[in-house]
């Protein structure tokens, strides 16, 4: 941890402005993962012949994505203006990117899910239901390939910005992401789908979530000064709770997720929850982190005073 | 600066269909306007905030209010010197900040640090406490020396704009002066603009539904409008000491050197310059200032990056976590069959 340092602000006031987005950013960023990974599991399920867990991909995918569009769209300034968004693409901005990786990802994981509530339907659809059999397969299969991009580019969204602790994580947060909807959908693959064909979300769940405690391990030494933000106020509470979530849901998802269907529901909840943790942790992570001048100016004037000392040291920390 | 007014469909061109400004390199310091497809266009303009010869009067902040008919933040005594206002916001775009410092005695901030061009009119009381500043007798026997520190910030119209690089809608753009602005019609209201630049300028505009662009990105649009009909910002036409100037970047960044020496020469050893070096994180930016103190002090980062100079290797991560995760689906499928 690095050492308290003393520095300079303007009646502490914050030096970068916090971001304007309320909880529904955080709550898009959880609902997209799941969303990513419910297809991942829900064209995995259809190519092994694992009809009920086929059927909670698709359906949850469906759910979740059209929940995080919602909340996208509410945290507009101007909602009825979202559809600037598709005025143009700039690799330069994540969420014009992102905002093309959605619009990839939508239409086929919106036909899979489609097809899947038909079937629900006491009612036949007739042609309507032939052909969303028919454009099922290959629509749920188009949504998978996409998915692991909607999981991952929201780390970068998150990472482009002069938000400290955002920034700072820059290196390891769409790991942490991809781990984290690799949990949540495992997790809800487990609380959806009985012991026999649960097996693949069991991996999913227990993999992913062992990969984002250790890569939230990791992000926390290579973070600097900001990762004090990850244990202190309601981002550290939230991060010990994904913490003691995600590990208590992967030990159970690993030892009695395989024998016992109550065991596998409890431990795959636990998952999400961890997982929904993680996000609005580090979320709130970042807006304290702007808000408080420190940990703008502390870095940025050790940096200055390194350069001044002589090294040449990159000012975009490109050696990293 | 020519009276030629600027056609509208300019701002079409100045997007191409990609609405790439910069790509991920720097632009060239001198030029980002011809970078962002403009042809012909005039010369960078800037500001140089010359802080040194703030009188803390705030008519730069009034006239931009008016000029632009921003609605107020609210009307707050914040307990920090004469500043009211708090920071730059949606609807505030230039905002004095004011520092009561009390250093030992006989340090170089006693010396008088005269006007460019001192006026031939007598001083008109302005409200303050006193009309000589606190400290500025120059009688440094037996006492502290106490200094005001006042500066007037604005929108930096980075080399290098973040806001610009992540705007996902292309309502922020480089206009054809260099400069950086928002189109009202076309922004929605994202606000990814806002954590993005590292000065903490853009904000969303906040207000009571109704208010005149409440919910969009707002800052200073360094006075386009006036631009284009050959006029000067209204708050630079509005600073009574020439604090803030106007003008074309070249001869901004001569006139800057120049006073910097001369404070130097006087003296003054801690007058430095602050935002113009095109080395710096941001590509030096279309607005610089002459301070008196580590910027921290005026609330502005010392070292403050673009962070879209790291996105090509952002992107690699993500692309390595996306196929990390694909591999891992495939691998939880292929293992046992149960
Ligand atoms: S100072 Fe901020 S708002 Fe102004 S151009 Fe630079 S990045 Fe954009
Ligand atoms: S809030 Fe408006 S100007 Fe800012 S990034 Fe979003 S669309 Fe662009
Ligand atoms: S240039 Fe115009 S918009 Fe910008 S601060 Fe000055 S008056 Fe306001």
Same mark, same amino acid.
């Given at each position: 941890m690095v050492p308290d340092a003393t520095f300079t602000s303007y009646y502490g006031r914050p030096v970068v402005k916090p971001s304007p987005w309320e909880l529904d950013i955080p709550a898009y960023l959880f609902l997209g993962g799941l969303a990513a990974g419910s297809s991942l599991l829900g064209a995995g399920a259809d190519l092994s012949d694992r009809p009920v867990l086929r059927r909670a991909g698709r359906l949850g995918a469906l759910a979740a994505i059209s929940l995080s569009l919602v909340a996208l769209v509410r945290d507009l300034g101007r909602p009825s203006r979202f559809l600037n968004m598709m005025r143009v693409l700039k690799p330069t901005s994540p969420m014009s990117v992102g905002t093309w990786i959605l619009t990839a990802y939508g239409p086929g994981a919106a036909v899979a899910g489609a097809a899947e509530a038909a079937r629900l339907l006491p009612i036949n659809l007739g042609l309507i239901g032939r052909l969303l059999d028919v454009a099922a397969r290959p629509a749920g299969l188009a949504a998978a390939g996409v998915a692991p991009a909607v999981a991952s580019y929201t780390g970068v969204l998150l990472s482009?910005?002069?938000?400290?602790?955002?920034?700072?994580?820059?290196?390891?947060?769409?790991?942490?992401?991809? =781990?984290?909807?690799?949990?949540?959908?495992?997790?809800?693959?487990m609380l959806t789908a009985p012991l026999d064909e649960a097996g693949p979300a069991r991996r999913m769940a227990v993999g992913g979530a062992l990969a984002e405690l250790a890569i939230e391990q990791r992000m926390e030494h290579s973070m600097?000064? =900001?990762?004090?933000?990850?244990?202190?106020?309601?981002?550290?509470?939230?991060m010990k709770a994904s913490k003691a979530l995600t590990l208590g849901g992967a030990l159970g998802a690993a030892f009695l997720g395989g024998r016992s269907r109550t065991a596998a529901a409890i431990s795959g909840a636990a998952l999400m929850a961890g997982s929904a943790c993680t996000r609005f942790g580090v979320f709130e992570a970042g807006q304290h982190s702007a808000k408080d001048p420190k940990y703008t100016v502390v870095p940025q004037r050790e940096r200055l005073n390194r350069r001044r000392a002589g090294g040449n040291q990159p000012t975009t920390e490109e050696a990293r | 600066m020519s009276t030629q007014a600027f056609g509208s469909s300019g701002i079409d061109q100045a997007f191409g269909s990609s609405g790439l400004d910069q790509a991920f390199g720097s632009s060239d310091p001198n030029g980002p306007a011809r970078d962002a497809g403009w042809e012909d266009s005039p010369p960078r303009v800037g500001f140089f905030t010359d802080t040194s010869i703030c009188i803390g009067c705030k008519a730069c902040e009034v006239a931009c209010k008016e000029w632009n008919g921003n609605p107020d933040d609210g009307f707050d005594l914040l307990g920090s010197s004469f500043d009211n206002t708090g920071q730059l916001s949606g609807s505030t775009w230039r905002h004095v900040a004011f520092i009561e410092q009390r250093r030992p005695a006989g340090t170089a901030a006693g010396v008088f640090l005269g006007m460019p061009e001192s006026p031939a009119r007598p001083p008109v009381e302005l409200g303050m406490p006193s009309l000589s500043r606190p400290g500025d007798s120059g009688d440094t026997d037996g006492r502290t020396e106490f200094r005001w520190l006042m500066s007037s910030d604005v929108c930096k119209h980075c080399t290098n704009a973040a806001c610009l690089d992540v705007? +996902?809608?292309? /309502?922020?753009? %480089?206009?054809?002066?260099?400069?950086?602005?928002?189109?009202?019609?076309?922004? #929605?209201?994202?606000?990814?603009?806002? +954590? /993005?630049? +590292?000065?903490?300028?853009?904000? %969303? %505009?906040?207000?009571?539904?109704?208010?005149? #662009?409440v919910g969009l990105a707002q800052k200073c649009t360094l006075c386009y409008d006036r631009l284009k009909v050959g006029q000067t910002p209204a708050c630079a036409q509005a600073c009574p000491t020439q604090s803030i100037q106007f003008g074309t970047l070249d001869e901004l960044r001569e006139r800057a050197v120049d006073r910097v020496q001369t404070l130097h020469d006087a003296g003054v050893s801690e007058a430095r310059l602050y935002g113009e070096d095109p080395a710096g994180g941001t590509g030096g930016s279309g607005a610089f200032f002459l301070l008196l103190d580590e910027p921290e002090v005026y609330g502005l980062p010392p070292d403050p990056v673009a962070t879209t100079a790291d996105l090509p290797r952002m992107w690699k991560h993500a692309g390595l976590a996306a196929a990390g995760f694909l591999a891992a689906a495939v691998t939880a499928f292929a293992g046992r069959r149960r």
């Amino acid at each position: 941890m690095v050492p308290d340092a003393t520095f300079t602000s303007y009646y502490g006031r914050p030096v970068v402005k916090p971001s304007p987005w309320e909880l529904d950013i955080p709550a898009y960023l959880f609902l997209g993962g799941l969303a990513a990974g419910s297809s991942l599991l829900g064209a995995g399920a259809d190519l092994s012949d694992r009809p009920v867990l086929r059927r909670a991909g698709r359906l949850g995918a469906l759910a979740a994505i059209s929940l995080s569009l919602v909340a996208l769209v509410r945290d507009l300034g101007r909602p009825s203006r979202f559809l600037n968004m598709m005025r143009v693409l700039k690799p330069t901005s994540p969420m014009s990117v992102g905002t093309w990786i959605l619009t990839a990802y939508g239409p086929g994981a919106a036909v899979a899910g489609a097809a899947e509530a038909a079937r629900l339907l006491p009612i036949n659809l007739g042609l309507i239901g032939r052909l969303l059999d028919v454009a099922a397969r290959p629509a749920g299969l188009a949504a998978a390939g996409v998915a692991p991009a909607v999981a991952s580019y929201t780390g970068v969204l998150l990472s482009d910005t002069a938000t400290p602790a955002w920034h700072d994580a820059h290196r390891e947060l769409p790991f942490l992401f991809v =781990s984290s909807a690799a949990a949540a959908s495992g997790g809800f693959g487990m609380l959806t789908a009985p012991l026999d064909e649960a097996g693949p979300a069991r991996r999913m769940a227990v993999g992913g979530a062992l990969a984002e405690l250790a890569i939230e391990q990791r992000m926390e030494h290579s973070m600097g000064l =900001s990762a004090e933000t990850l244990h202190t106020g309601t981002a550290g509470t939230l991060m010990k709770a994904s913490k003691a979530l995600t590990l208590g849901g992967a030990l159970g998802a690993a030892f009695l997720g395989g024998r016992s269907r109550t065991a596998a529901a409890i431990s795959g909840a636990a998952l999400m929850a961890g997982s929904a943790c993680t996000r609005f942790g580090v979320f709130e992570a970042g807006q304290h982190s702007a808000k408080d001048p420190k940990y703008t100016v502390v870095p940025q004037r050790e940096r200055l005073n390194r350069r001044r000392a002589g090294g040449n040291q990159p000012t975009t920390e490109e050696a990293r | 600066m020519s009276t030629q007014a600027f056609g509208s469909s300019g701002i079409d061109q100045a997007f191409g269909s990609s609405g790439l400004d910069q790509a991920f390199g720097s632009s060239d310091p001198n030029g980002p306007a011809r970078d962002a497809g403009w042809e012909d266009s005039p010369p960078r303009v800037g500001f140089f905030t010359d802080t040194s010869i703030c009188i803390g009067c705030k008519a730069c902040e009034v006239a931009c209010k008016e000029w632009n008919g921003n609605p107020d933040d609210g009307f707050d005594l914040l307990g920090s010197s004469f500043d009211n206002t708090g920071q730059l916001s949606g609807s505030t775009w230039r905002h004095v900040a004011f520092i009561e410092q009390r250093r030992p005695a006989g340090t170089a901030a006693g010396v008088f640090l005269g006007m460019p061009e001192s006026p031939a009119r007598p001083p008109v009381e302005l409200g303050m406490p006193s009309l000589s500043r606190p400290g500025d007798s120059g009688d440094t026997d037996g006492r502290t020396e106490f200094r005001w520190l006042m500066s007037s910030d604005v929108c930096k119209h980075c080399t290098n704009a973040a806001c610009l690089d992540v705007c +996902p809608t292309g /309502a922020l753009f %480089r206009t054809e002066f260099g400069t950086v602005v928002v189109q009202d019609d076309i922004c #929605n209201g994202c606000g990814y603009c806002v +954590p /993005a630049c +590292p000065y903490g300028v853009i904000d %969303r %505009r906040i207000g009571e539904q109704g208010t005149k #662009n409440v919910g969009l990105a707002q800052k200073c649009t360094l006075c386009y409008d006036r631009l284009k009909v050959g006029q000067t910002p209204a708050c630079a036409q509005a600073c009574p000491t020439q604090s803030i100037q106007f003008g074309t970047l070249d001869e901004l960044r001569e006139r800057a050197v120049d006073r910097v020496q001369t404070l130097h020469d006087a003296g003054v050893s801690e007058a430095r310059l602050y935002g113009e070096d095109p080395a710096g994180g941001t590509g030096g930016s279309g607005a610089f200032f002459l301070l008196l103190d580590e910027p921290e002090v005026y609330g502005l980062p010392p070292d403050p990056v673009a962070t879209t100079a790291d996105l090509p290797r952002m992107w690699k991560h993500a692309g390595l976590a996306a196929a990390g995760f694909l591999a891992a689906a495939v691998t939880a499928f292929a293992g046992r069959r149960r």
